[in-house]
Every structure is written in C-alpha cells, then in structure tokens.
C-alpha cells in the first residue's frame, strides 16, 4: 500500500507540475526539434519533475511480511547442594546429567530451546555443577515470564526435588504461565537416618561487658535412643556443652546465655556430633558471627512542654540496639551533657530559657544537638537556632507539606519515603521567608499550596566541631500515625528518623584515604570494597593506583592481590564470592611521596539452607505439572517426557504477518530511473544540437 507523510491528493498536483514545467520548457520555446525528438523529450522532463516532486511528499510503501515463528521450550534444571546430598549424587552427576543433554538435543532439532539453572540465582545454560547454596524454584517462572512476554511458548519443564529455600512459593508463580510446566521429580521422599541444627537466635549486635542469649534448635529422625553432643565453640575453645539423647522424632531448643567480652567481632562455631548412619554430616555444624560495640550512643530527648512530636521521636527510637534513650522536661535535665552523645531539643531555646551554658557546653563537648521548633520557640525575642531566620510580618501560622531534596545526598533517602510525603498530613509552621546559612542543607523542602519552595523543613548544619539538624513547625507526629494507616507500620517514619540519628551521631572521617567494607558476608554473596582518597584540600582525587591484599586468617602466607578500578571520583572492587571463613585485608595507595594505608577483617559464613530439608517434596512437583494439565516424570523417564512434547498438537509453530513501511527515498529503482529520465532528455537535446 502506497503512502505519503501529506495528503494523496497531492500525487496529482506532482504530476500536474511536471506537464506544466514540460509544456513551459517545449512549448513556449523557440528552439527548433523534430516532432518525435520533442515529444520524447517533453515526457522525459514531464516524467523527472513529476517523480522529482513525488518523493518530496516523503512516499513510503507497506509490505506484508510472514514470519514464522517456532514453538520454545523452556527448560529450568535444579542446581542446589541438595540435588546431590543423597545416596544417588553418582547418578546425578553422571547418566541424569548426559539423558538431560541429549533431551535437550534432540528437541533443539525442532523446537527453540532455551535452558537454565536454578539456585539463588537463575543462569542460561545447565551446567551440572550442583553447587547451588540456596534454591528458588519461583525465580524460574517469574523471570522466564518477563524475557518471553507473548512469544510461541510451547511447554516448560521443571527438573527439581521440589525443596525451595528461598522466594515464593513456586505454585503460586507456575500459575502465571497459561502452558503445560511438566515437572520431573528429583531426589529420594523417603525419611532418612539424619540429626541437624535446624535454627539459630541470636541478636547479631550486641554492647561490649554485656550477657546475650542464644538459642539453637536442634531436630533429628529415624535416630530413636541415639546420642549425642553439642558444642559451642569460640577460637576453638569451648564456650559450652551438652550431651543430647534423640526421640523417633526430636526436637529441642538448646538455650545457653553468652558473655561479650571484647569489642569486635565473636565467631562462633556450633558443632553436633555425628550417629553412625545419618544420611549427611553437612547441617550438623553451623555458624554465628556476632558484631560487639562498645557502647551504645547515648541519646537525650529534653522537651519545654509534653507534646505528641516528643512522644513520637521517642517511640522511633527507644528500641533500636545501638541507642540508649532517654527523655526530661527541661527543668528535671541537669546531667553532664559529656555522656550524651545526642540532644534534642523541642521548642528549646525560647527567650525564658535561653539555655546558653548547656549550649556552650554542648559545642565544647562536639555533641550534636537536633532541634525541633514550635510555637513556643519562635518568639519574636529569640534567635533561631543554626543560623536559621524567618522574617514575618504577621505572627500567623500556615500548613507546609514535605517534599524530598532529591539534591540532598549526606544520607541516602528511605525507601518508600515519597510515597509517604505524597499523602501525609502538613506540619505548620510559621509564614514568613526562610533565610539559611550559606553552608546548610535542606534535606526536605517545604511544599505550600502544592507549589515547589525552596524554605526547609529539615536542614541539616555542621562545622569542624559540631553537627547540627533543625525540624521546623509542629505536627511532625502525624506523619509516623499516617504512616501506619498507608502501610500498616511505622517503618518508612522510623526509617527517616533512625536515618537522621545516624548522621548526626557518626563522627566524621578525616583520614585522607577511606576504605568501606562489610563486617559480615554470605558465602553466596559478592565481597564488594569501596574507596576514597582526598588531596590535602580534602577534594576527591582518583589518580594513583589502588591496591589491596587479601588472605584468609587462619592461614596468612597465602595472599591475593587486587587492583581497584575507578569509578567517577571513586574506588571500586568487587572480589566475587569466596567461601566461609574469616579474611583481612589490607588497602594501600601511593601518593606522592606519601603512602596511605587501611587495613580490616569481615566474616564469611556458609549458607546451610541446602542441607536442612533432604526429603524431596514430588507433591509439590505433580502440583505443579497439574495446573494446566502437564504430567509429572522421574529422572529415569527423560525419553518419554520428550516423546510427550513431541506429541502434544497444542506445541506447534505460529505464523504471524507484520507490515512493514519502507521510505522509496531509498529506492534504488527509482534512483536508477531519475536519472535514466534527465540523462535521456540531456542526450536528446545533445544528440539535436540545441546543448
């Protein structure tokens, strides 16, 4: 079908113009040529305007292309520990590995066939490696689901023992998928001899001198009147045992409390002897790495006049682990401020209570203080605190929305926050026109009438001594009550609040070389290093060469040696997985004549998921095959599964017809014909002698 970018009417007018241009060229002129060579040239000049003019009006052409499109086949292959922890880990990793390849073959040879393996993560390809440290059977729907959205998939096939350790529940994401998800059912359902460590509590952040709990839950079967013992070990020394006699069916919770008596980090090794029998040894020992601070921050909350912003402020933080809180009405406050290591001040300073001693002292100890403001704190005799000035003409309050600073990068912003500021309820503050010191920052804006200000709500401002926040107006309380109301907690408030604690209780880093690494990693997890050097004005440089060694602690002659790469003004390096134990390392950087160095230890534990569970769960496998009428098969029945697809009439190919526009602006034929056209009537012309 033939199109232009303007009207069709206007193919007409192009071949009007080209006689016109003719007829003025052949008509009107004096030039002498014989009647044939006239009328030959005439169409020549005719033909060249009129297409000359038709491809002006941008002509395009659609075509009707079929493509054929056969059916997928898509193929997720179980990869976990647990595949292979059984009596059968030979047959798994030889015969059913070679059958499932050469299935696969042979369905490649008709259908489109794309395979994976499934563990924590979902990879292309079937690799056979069965060193999965953790299962996700949904991920292989819900990813598959998004790559292949209205494609020709024909089937899928699910090769599993049917244990997930992580994710959904796989019905529940099988059921996305409107095709037949045939299942082969892996590993052995029958109950074997086994004891484990099922479970561990423990409070992963604990104050150095302190006492904590643990608890550990220790499960076993089919081992009826066997024993055995428990230990609990720290540096390979006994912390604590117990012996332990097993039921037909047994489980027990083994609670002992634990001393932290150093700062750092405690590594503890829980370990549970063996039976003869047990069908593995790998779930009877597990691991509990412990961070121990050296003391909480302390944190006071000191208020003119009970108030709901204080009550909420208090409720945010009062639990959380690293804070020690407390709260006084201002006439009861009159401890040292040198042991807090936080103020808040609501409505404090006024004109009655200027409070210059406890502020003086306060700056000299470098104790950051937060301030709330209200009416109460802003008369017209009191200075603001933190430079902050409001100039009014009217004492008159007005209600002030919250709006992010997407600008603002001192502390990431918590997640879901704008959803929350998009509906909460306004704080009032006074009007007026806000003025900052040049050196603060706005953390959250004002929004008033649903118009962008630039006046703060929350800044924040810090010097070489001292940091310092301010909260402006009333109503903030609100905020953590409609939060429960929109998502059912208080967490996106809290996180806001734990957010600002955070800042204005860490103390800055002046080194001029920085390294930031976890404490604590999972053996399935990526070991990440990130990096800043400084030059002596204390700006971001990223020249020199960043290097870092890495050796295991138990065994420190075998080193590995990394090279950061750069990123923006940055470090950055990213070791990959390593497996459990414990590491330090060690950073340098040569600038100049000068060397820095940082130096460090993080933990790596093992991730056991795998081996808690080795009883294959086939129902949950034939549950699946059955949402859309697919059959379940056993490893040894890969040929018939195959015979099955290839029978199934509802796995064909489909034909789908797309049109496609193509611009003649590119046509070589009308090209060619453009310039037979205008060479032609040239040599005629030439040929006469009239050139």
Sequence with gaps: MLGTAHSIWFVGLCLLLGLAYAMLLYFKSKEQFPLWLKRTAFGCRAAAVALISFLLLRPTVEIKVKEVEKPIILIGADNSESIVMGKDSSYYRGKYIANLQQMVQHLSSIFQVETYDIADTLRQGISGSFDGKATRLSLFFQQTFQTFPNRNVGALILLSDGIYTEGTHPLYAAKSWKVPVYTVALGDTTPQKDARIAKINYNKTVYKRNFFPMEILVQAQQLGRKQ??????????????????????????????????????????????????????????????????????????????????????????????????????????????????????????????????????????????????????????????????????????????????????????????????????????????????????????????????????????????????????????????????????????????????????????????????????????????????????????????????????????????????????????????????????????????????????????????????????HQLMQNIAALNNAKMFYPNQLDELEKEIRSNAQIKSVARYTKNRHSLLNNLFLLLLLIGLAGGEWFLRKWSGNY
């Design 228 to 617: 055995s013992k428990l230990q609990v070990l720290l540096e390979d020394k006994v912390v604590f045992e117990k012996n332990i006699t097993y039921k037909e069916a047994h489980s027990e919770w083994v609670r002992l409390n634990l001393e932290a008596k150093e700062a750092g980090m405690l590594h503890y090794h829980i370990l549970l002897d063996g039976v003869e029998g047990e069908r593995t040894f790998s779930n009877n020992h597990a691991e509990a790495v412990i961070q121990v601070l050296e003391e909480r921050k302390r944190i006071a909350i000191v208020y003119r006049a009970p108030h709901p912003d204080v009550a909420v402020i208090t409720a945010a933080v009062k639990d959380h682990p690293q804070y020690e809180v407390e709260s006084f009405p201002i006439e009861k406050f009159h401890a040292d401020q040198k042991h807090y290591n936080l103020i808040v001040l609501h409505q404090l300073p006024n004109s009655q209570q200027p409070l210059h001693a406890l502020l003086e002292t306060a700056r000299k100890a470098g104790t950051s203080i937060l301030y709330f403001t209200g009416n109460l704190s802003n008369e017209p005799a009191n200075r603001l605190p933190a430079g902050l000035q409001i100039q009014s003409g009217k004492p008159i309050q007005q209600d002030a929305y919250p709006e992010w600073n997407l600008n603002f990068n001192d502390f990431n912003m918590p997640n879901g926050i704008t959803g929350l500021f998009a509906q909460c309820p306004p704080v009032q503050l006074p009007f007026g026109k806000y003025t900052l010191p040049a050196s603060a920052k706005i953390c959250i804006h004002q929004k008033i009438n649903h118009i962008h200000t630039e006046y703060p709500l929350l800044f924040l401002q810090s010097d070489e001594v001292q940091k310092q926040a301010v909260c402006i107006g009333e109503g903030w309380w609100r905020w953590r009550l409609y939060d429960y109301l929109w998502s059912g907690s208080h967490e996106h408030f809290d996180a806001l609040t734990d957010q600002l604690f955070q800042y204005l209780l860490a103390k800055e880093d002046k080194d001029f070389f920085r390294v930031k690494c976890q404490n604590l990693f999972t053996e399935n997890e990526s070991v990440i290093f990130d990096a800043e050097l400084y030059n002596k004005n204390y700006e971001l440089v990223n020249q020199p060469e960043v290097s870092l060694t890495l050796s295991e602690i138990h065994n420190p002659h075998e080193k590995f040696n990394y090279s950061f790469s750069r990123n923006f003004q940055a470090y950055h390096l990213e070791v990959g997985r390593l497996k459990a134990g414990d590491y330090q390392w060690k950073a340098t950087v040569q600038v100049g004549k000068e060397q820095y160095s940082r130096s460090g230890s993080f933990c790596v534990t093992a991730v056991q998921a795998e081996s808690l569970n080795l009883t294959a769960d």
